[in-house]
Each structure stands twice: as C-alpha cells, then as structure tokens.
C-alpha cells in the first residue's frame, strides 16, 4: 500500500536558516507526491506537486522539493526561512485519481 | 486565495440539532470531497462525489449526510452529532481524472 513517513512532528529554526522538511513514500508504482501547508485556523493550500515530469519541483512562496527514487524521499527545502513560514507541513501520496494519503505532518516554527 | 468557498466558517450545534455545511467550487472540477481534520492530525477523507455521484464513503456513521445538487456545490448534512464529532471539515475539489486536489478554508464544527 502507498504511504508517505514524515520525519519529525516538530522542526524549529532561525528565521533566515535553511528549512528542510523530510519525507518518505512507500509506493510499488511512480508515485504522484504533494506538499500541503496549513497555517493556523485556515484550510490546506498546495504548496507543490511531483507527477514525474522534472525531479526538482518549485512550488510557492520559495519552496521546491527533489524526488529521490532510490532513497525514495520527497523532501521540502527553502533556502531561507521567513516568520510567516511559521505552520503545519503535510506530505501526501496520490493513491488513486481521488485518494491522497497524508503524513501525520510538520509543525515548523521560526524564531527571530 | 482558495477557489473552494466553504459556508459557515464556525458552527456550534447541539446534539439534537440538524445543520448543513455548505461548500462551492467554480473551477469546473467535476470531482468534490469532504474532509475531517481533528486537531493535530491530518485531513481524514469522508466522502467522494464524481460527476455529482457519490463515489466514496469511508464508512461515515450515517449521522452526516453529503449531498451534490450539481457539480459546483456540495453539502454535508448533520444531524444529532456527538461532541467528538467536532473537527474542522474541509471541502476540497479536483479534475475528474486528476489527482491533485484543492482545498477550503474549512468549517470549524463545535458540537455541544
């Protein structure tokens, strides 16, 4: 069965430090990858999406995330953290034209 | 800015109220969900309507019932909820045969 595994409930950086967000997938197929963020109060926008066209994926507000087949990772970077980064991160795994299965999520935090 | 508009945003309901969920897409997405989100966890898929037909039930108890008037709007009707059923409930929406999905803002349910 597809899963994704994310690596740490909780990561905390300086503002201006370099954020990196792990995640694994278990798929027996190529996998279609997302990144959501939520931040507090408010619904899950997407971030970024791998559907096996390039391997180094851009998404939004400065983030891009590489599709590792032998490690099979799907990690979320940003060169330069910022305060208003500050929410909860999810990893998630296409299952099906309209399953996603989440990680259990990230919560990132900044400090000044 | 999400293009999945959910009505309300907070509801406080008693256990022998009936209440409805509202939620409306104009992306011309023919696919549309609900979600439950408790807090710390990630979004557990509810229901799946495709083509205005309901695709996907996880099991949902019969005390919340989806509705698809026509392939923009979607409702979850709810009726005599327990308090455990408090969550934030998101509606999302996607392509048909695409497997990325957008999500709401969501509706905060406090059930009392």
């Known amino acids: 069965a597809q899963s994704v595994t994310q690596l740490g409930s909780h990561v905390s950086v300086s503002e201006g430090a370099l954020v990196l967000l792990r995640c694994n997938y278990s798929s027996s197929v190529p996998p279609y990858l997302f990144w959501y963020v939520q931040y507090p109060n408010q619904g899950l926008q997407l971030l970024l999406k791998y559907t096996s066209a390039a391997t180094l994926v851009k998404g939004i507000n400065g983030f891009e995330a590489e599709f590792k087949k032998s490690e099979t990772s799907f990690h979320l970077t940003k060169p330069s953290a910022h305060m208003s980064d500050a929410a909860e991160y999810f990893c998630?795994?296409?299952?099906?034209?309209?399953?996603?299965?989440f990680g259990q999520g990230t919560r990132l935090t900044i400090n000044p | 800015d999400t293009e999945v508009t959910q009505t309300p945003k907070h509801l406080v309901m008693g256990m022998t109220n009936k209440k409805s969920l509202k939620c409306e897409q104009h992306?011309?997405?023919?696919?549309m969900y609900w979600y439950k989100q408790k807090a710390k966890k990630p979004p557990e898929l509810m229901f799946v309507y495709s083509y205005e037909k309901l695709s996907i039930n996880e099991s949902v108890p019969s005390r919340f019932s989806p509705e698809c008037p026509n392939s923009s709007l979607l409702n979850l009707h709810l009726h005599a909820l327990q308090p455990e059923d408090s969550a934030l409930y998101l509606c999302?929406?996607?392509?048909?045969?695409?497997?990325?999905?957008?999500f709401g803002e969501g509706s905060w349910l406090t059930v009392v």
């Open positions: 992306m011309g997405h023919r696919a």
């Open positions: 999302a929406s996607s392509q048909e045969s695409a497997n990325t999905i957008y």
């Open positions: 998630a795994v296409s299952v099906g034209a309209q399953k996603l299965v």
